[in-house]
Structures are given as structure tokens and as C-alpha cells.
């Protein structure tokens, strides 16, 4: 084609488009079909069914698994409760990683070494941070590190994650969040700023603008307008899939406590717990599916993704 | 720190903001690592020692007993659990960097006719991560019959939309020129992809490797899930467990903690430019 030599055997096989394009992009179309679509189909299929302990159920309930879901106080409690750990969690990693970012952009010397520092944490499974959390900083006795550390303000210690009323296990659900997360998204943030023009700021203060508060509301907020948003509905999505730091910080046993169960760990017990109501569990699952996909609809529009190379 | 800062020229000057941000600096970052301290501090300290009444940041008397208990095999779960995250995520990384690759590099060249719709039913299953449909996807994997194997553990996530997505707008940017002296030499698309254009993104695989191997090194709830039999469990699995059911040993689960993340901690060290560069496009292409 288009006058290229003409190409023999396999040359000549993988020349043609339709050809070269199922045999490099078929593997991933296949497994994308078979271990995303396939799953999102059945689950689909499985929520009209009365599916407890089995796949390929018989009795059809029609919407009923919906009713269920949608009226149980259980699956709207694991809404509210990310409702409330992504109130925490969304504006408290904005307005630190934004922070820190800021503060690493100013400083000319060894920043390397403070961006290796805060970007460490994320080299940290949640798994292992919850270890450290319930095991040693919040562990309840009065010699752990959080306990020390208001005991010299004064205050008596406090058993943290034993403690419903007052919820004292919020603040270590979402300080190990914040650990975990806050320095990689002050690095997005970072590579934002960096590729501001100089000239804008030179330029501002030709005008007689004096560099703080002013430059950085009208020059720099807006510059970061597009990771910003980023960074929010990035953070926003992740919160929604917070599994693991709940589970280890507050499960015990196998048994989890009926309260601060956000919607994975909801579904995981309907679905994989001694319930195995796989019927149900499929319907939380397609009522979580459809809410993630509007919040990335608005972020598409918001960032117009899709529209090759910025 | 201000516009005079700025402009004054090389010779530095020691201002009171400077002061101020650098002090900042060192705390944020010492706040940043004393989880990793505490880590090290537990795994060489004995039980009695990590609650002991007082609170001290370094171990009262060093104590190797955690480190050498794991080596020795008293925990053989610790050691199959360690093994068993190795083999999983050098072969989901390779496998997924191999098939999402191939995937983006024909979605961004291959004048096939259908290859816009595709990038749209790649890009409309982006918007469902595949963590919010664990259920169904166990439902599918178990009735493959691949519950507690290693095709369970690895291959639902080498097929990541997100990675194709990010290949696709890399070759996109590839420079064509390279790409069209190879089709002059007579190689197919196949051919120019795999012998052209892949070794010239190495830093590009490098970086999207790594973020990679991270993701799957440290992912929990997938293992949790398809690994039911206790051989399969991948380090986290194991570690949360004896975290969960609260019987272990302080000091060798925060030993066995110390070398679970040590891997990660040195590759971030040593390769953080690569991990910056692909977590930056990650998170501003998505």
C-alpha cells in the first residue's frame, strides 16, 4: 500500500491493518471482554436473580435485589460513610499536597531530597501502614506514639480504634490516607507548577503586583486549573474504593463492626462473607458501577479527556 | 522569599523566609518517614519493649530476633507469601506492559477502520475501576475454575484500559519519521512496533513498569478475594491476616512489614526520577 515495497510471509501478514491491529491489540481485547465486560454483563444478569451460594441461578426476582439494596440501612449507611471519609479525606489532601508543592516549588536546594522524603509514602501498601497504625501509633495504650504525643498537652489516653462514641477511629482512618497519598499528589501538583511561564509572574509584577497571596490567586490557582481538578476527582475515586485500610484497621477475626463500612467492605461480606448473596452483592455492585461512571462523565467534560495529546 | 529572592543574582543569602521554608521542610519530611522508622524500630525490638510503658523512637536494645525468625522459616506463610507477591507481580507487570502496549500502539497507528470506536470502548471502560466490580469478576474467574491459581491471581489485571489508554497517547506523540524508515525497510506493523518503536520507549516502559510493579506488589483486595487457599496468599494477604487476627508476634509482623516494603522503598530511592516522570503522566493524562 501507499508504495511501500511489498512485503512477504509475516512482513506481509502483519502489513494489512485489519490483520495487524486483532493481532496486537486482540490479547487485550479479549482479556478486556472476558474479565471486565463479561463480569459487568453477568452481574447485570445475576441481579434479577436470587443468586445466594450460586453462579448460574434459577429463581428470576426481577428488581427486587435493587428494592433491597437501595432500602437497606446497611448498603445507605456505606454511602453516608463515604460520603463522610471523602469529606475528610478530598479537601484535607487538596489543600496539603497543594501546600506541600508549593513549598517544594520555593526551595531551590536539596529539593530532590525533600521530594524523595514525600513521595516515599507511597511506596507503602495499605496494608502495612494500617500495621503500623493500629499496632503502634493508635494502639490504644498509653505508651503509643499518638497517646505520648497528647499526653504532653495534657490529655488522658484514648483507645482509638476501640472507640465508637466518640468515633476516634476517623482520625486514623484518615491520617494514614493522608500519609499515603498526600506527597504523590503533591508531586502532580509540583509538575503543574513547573511548567507555569515565568513570564506570567514577571509580568504581574511589572504591573506592581507584589508576589503572595495575590500572584498565587489570580496566576497560579488558575494555572493549575486542569490538575487541580485532576487531583480532586482522582482522590474523590479513590476514596470510593477504600477497601483494605478499613479493613485491616477495624476488622478482626474475619468480623468486621457494623459501623464505618464503606461500600467495598459492605460488598465484600454480602457478596463473599458468610452471606454469599451473590444476587444482592451483583446489585450493589451495578448501583456503585453506575454512580462511579457519572462522577467520570463530569470529570471527562470537566478535563475533556479523550481528545488525544494536550 | 519573594521577587528580590528571585532576582538577586548567585550569591546566596540566608533570609529569614528561607529559614522558615527549609525548617518546614525538614519536619514535613521527618513526619513523612517516621512510619518506615517505626517499622525498623519495632522489627528490632523485642515484644516487651514495643509496649513498654514511655515512649522512645529507637529500640531500647537492638534485637535481630524478628529478622533471623523470618529467615529461618518459623513463619513458612511470611516466606510463601513473599515469594508467591515476587512471581505475581514480575509476571502481571511484564505481561500487562507486553499486552497494553501492543494494545495502545495499534489504537494510536494501525489505519484500521474500527480503531475509533475502539479507543471509545476503551475509553468508556476506564470509567468503571475495576475494583468496584470485584464481585462479578470473581463470579467469572471462579467459573474458569480459577480460584487459589496463579491465573487467578495474575491474569485479570494485565488487561488494564487505563495502561492502553496511556500507551496510546505516548505513541501517539512518537516521532513518525522513525517509524516510516522502518516501513521502508519492509517491516509490517508488527514488526516496527516490536523491533522500532518499543526499544526506543524504554523510559516510558521503565516508568509505566514500575507504577506497575508497585500496584500489584502492594494490591490486597483482589488476592484476598481469589486466593483462598492459604499456599496462593501474597504477602499482604499474609500480613493482614495475622494483623486481623491479632496472635502474631509484634516484632516479626513489623520485621516481616520491614522486608515487604524494603524492595519498594530501595527501587523508589534509586529509580524515583523514572516512577515521577510515569506517575506525573499518569495522573495528569488521566
Redesign the interface.
Do not use: D, K
Given at each position: 500500500m501507499n508504495g511501500t515495497p511489498r512485503r512477504r510471509g509475516w512482513e506481509g501478514i502483519t502489513d494489512r491493518p485489519a490483520w495487524a491491529f486483532w493481532i496486537l491489540a486482540g490479547p487485550f481485547f479479549a482479556g478486556l471482554v472476558v474479565f471486565g465486560h463479561l463480569p459487568l454483563l453477568w452481574s447485570i444478569y445475576l441481579s434479577f436473580f436470587e443468586a445466594r451460594n450460586t453462579v448460574t441461578p434459577t429463581e428470576f426476582v426481577g428488581l427486587a435485589n435493587y428494592a433491597r439494596m437501595l432500602t437497606s440501612r446497611a448498603f445507605l449507611d456505606s454511602l453516608l460513610t463515604f460520603t463522610l471519609f471523602a469529606l475528610f479525606v478530598v479537601p484535607l489532601t487538596f489543600a496539603l499536597s497543594l501546600g506541600l508543592a508549593l513549598l517544594l516549588h520555593r526551595a531551590r536546594r536539596a529539593r530532590p531530597l525533600f521530594r524523595t522524603a514525600c513521595f516515599l509514602p507511597a511506596a507503602c501498601s495499605y496494608v502495612v501502614a494500617a500495621l503500623v497504625w493500629r499496632l503502634t501509633i493508635f494502639n490504644g495504650l498509653p505508651s503509643g506514639l499518638a497517646n505520648t504525643v497528647i499526653g504532653h498537652f495534657g490529655a488522658a489516653p484514648i483507645a482509638w480504634l476501640a472507640v465508637t462514641d466518640p468515633p476516634w477511629y476517623w482520625p486514623v482512618l484518615v491520617s494514614l490516607r493522608l500519609w499515603l497519598q498526600v506527597g504523590f499528589y503533591a508531586l502532580i501538583f509540583l509538575a503543574g507548577l513547573q511548567r507555569i511561564p515565568h513570564s506570567l509572574y514577571e509580568a504581574a509584577y511589572v504591573d506592581g503586583a507584589s508576589p503572595g497571596w495575590t500572584t498565587f490567586r489570580h496566576i497560579t490557582l488558575p494555572q493549575l486549573r486542569a490538575t487541580s481538578i485532576a487531583v480532586l476527582l482522582l482522590n474523590l475515586i479513590a476514596a470510593y474504593q477504600a477497601f483494605d485500610e478499613f479493613y485491616n484497621l477495624l476488622g478482626a477475626d474475619g468480623t468486621y463492626p457494623p459501623y464505618a463500612r464503606p461500600p467495598l467492605v459492605y460488598l465484600y461480606y454480602t457478596a463473599l462473607g458468610s452471606g454469599q448473596d451473590l444476587g444482592r452483592g451483583s446489585a450493589g455492585a451495578v448501583i456503585l458501577a453506575l454512580l462511579i461512571a457519572a462522577v467520570t462523565l463530569v470529570q471527562g467534560r470537566l478535563l475533556g479527556i479523550g481528545r488525544g495529546p494536550r | 522569599?519573594?521577587?528580590a529572592g528571585r532576582f538577586a543574582g548567585r550569591v546566596p543569602r540566608v533570609t529569614v523566609g528561607a529559614v522558615v521554608?527549609?525548617a518546614?521542610?525538614t519536619l514535613?519530611?521527618l513526619l513523612?518517614?517516621l512510619?518506615?522508622l517505626?517499622?525498623l524500630r519495632?522489627a528490632l525490638s523485642t515484644d516487651a519493649d514495643?509496649?513498654?510503658?514511655?515512649?522512645s523512637p529507637l529500640p531500647r536494645e537492638l534485637d535481630w530476633g524478628g529478622f533471623a525468625a523470618l529467615f529461618s522459616g518459623r513463619d513458612p506463610l511470611m516466606a510463601t507469601g513473599l515469594r508467591n507477591s515476587a512471581v505475581v507481580a514480575v509476571l502481571q507487570t511484564a505481561g500487562r506492559l507486553l499486552?497494553?502496549s501492543?494494545?495502545g500502539?495499534?489504537?494510536a497507528r494501525?489505519?484500521?477502520?474500527h480503531?475509533g470506536k475502539?479507543?471509545?470502548?476503551?475509553?468508556a471502560?476506564?470509567?468503571?475501576?475495576?475494583?468496584?466490580?470485584?464481585?462479578?469478576?470473581?463470579?467469572?474467574?471462579?467459573?474458569l475454575g480459577w480460584v487459589s491459581s496463579w491465573r487467578g491471581l495474575i491474569?485479570?489485571g494485565?488487561?488494564s484500559?487505563f495502561t492502553?489508554f496511556l500507551f496510546r497517547?505516548y505513541f501517539?506523540?512518537f516521532p513518525r519519521e522513525l517509524e516510516d524508515a522502518a516501513?521502508?525497510d519492509?517491516?509490517?506493523?508488527?514488526?516496527t512496533?516490536w523491533r522500532v518503536v518499543l526499544p526506543n520507549s524504554l523510559p516510558f516502559l521503565a516508568a509505566i513498569g514500575l507504577i506497575s510493579f508497585?500496584e500489584s506488589?502492594?494490591s490486597?483486595?483482589w488476592p484476598?478475594?481469589i486466593a483462598q487457599d492459604a499456599s496462593m496468599w501474597t504477602v499482604?494477604v499474609v500480613?493482614?491476616t495475622h494483623?486481623?487476627?491479632?496472635t502474631a508476634d509484634?516484632q516479626g509482623?513489623?520485621a516481616s512489614?520491614a522486608v515487604?516494603?524494603a524492595p519498594?522503598?530501595l527501587?523508589?530511592?534509586l529509580l524515583?526520577r523514572h516512577?515521577?516522570y510515569g506517575?506525573?503522566e499518569a495522573?495528569?493524562?488521566?
Open positions: - | 522569599m519573594s521577587a521554608l527549609y518546614t521542610l514535613v519530611a513523612f518517614l512510619p518506615y517505626l517499622i519495632n514495643i509496649t513498654s510503658p514511655g515512649w499486552v497494553c501492543a494494545a500502539y495499534a489504537l494501525v489505519p484500521y477502520r480503531a475502539l479507543v471509545l470502548v476503551v475509553l471502560t476506564l470509567m468503571i475501576p475495576a475494583a468496584v466490580t470485584f464481585v462479578p469478576t470473581f463470579v467469572v474467574v471462579s467459573s491474569v485479570p494485565l488487561f484500559a492502553a497517547q501517539l506523540a516501513r521502508v519492509g517491516l509490517g506493523y508488527w514488526g512496533y508497585v506488589w502492594n490486597f483486595l484476598l478475594v499482604q500480613l493482614s494483623l486481623t487476627a491479632q509484634l509482623l513489623f512489614a515487604s516494603v519498594l522503598v527501587v523508589f530511592v524515583q516512577i515521577v506517575a506525573t495522573g495528569i493524562r488521566r
